[in-house]
């Protein structure tokens, strides 16, 4: 499990971007460990999701990385994801955005 003294942020996400979040997370761990040519999903994929699976919506920077390697991979996939572009288009430059502010804030 991740330290728990490590800060986290809060992305403030609404019912339905969380339900997207929850579903490609849960596709990408699904894809790693039941698809040979898939690589294994990084454990902060993981722990992202256990962390929304709990109903919380505040991840370490690491979770945050993850979050953000993952909606950008399907946000450019060309199967069936096309469906949830914008939605994903959305929750990516949220994601950043608070690992931006996050960033500057811990470097003044």
Request: aromatic residues 8%.
């Amino acid at each position: 499990m991740p330290p728990s003294s490590e800060k986290k942020q809060s992305l403030s996400l609404r019912r339905a971007e969380q339900w997207t979040l929850h579903h490609v997370l849960l596709h990408r761990l699904e894809r790693g460990f039941s698809d040979s040519t898939s690589a294994p999903p990084p454990a902060d994929v993981f722990w992202a999701f256990m962390t929304l699976d709990s109903g919380e919506v505040s991840f370490t920077d690491a979770e945050l990385r993850a979050i953000e390697s993952v909606l950008a991979e399907y946000h450019h996939s060309t199967d069936w994801w096309a469906s949830e572009r914008s939605r994903l288009e959305s929750l990516l430059h949220h994601v950043t955005s608070v690992r931006d502010t996050s960033c500057r804030s811990q470097s003044a």
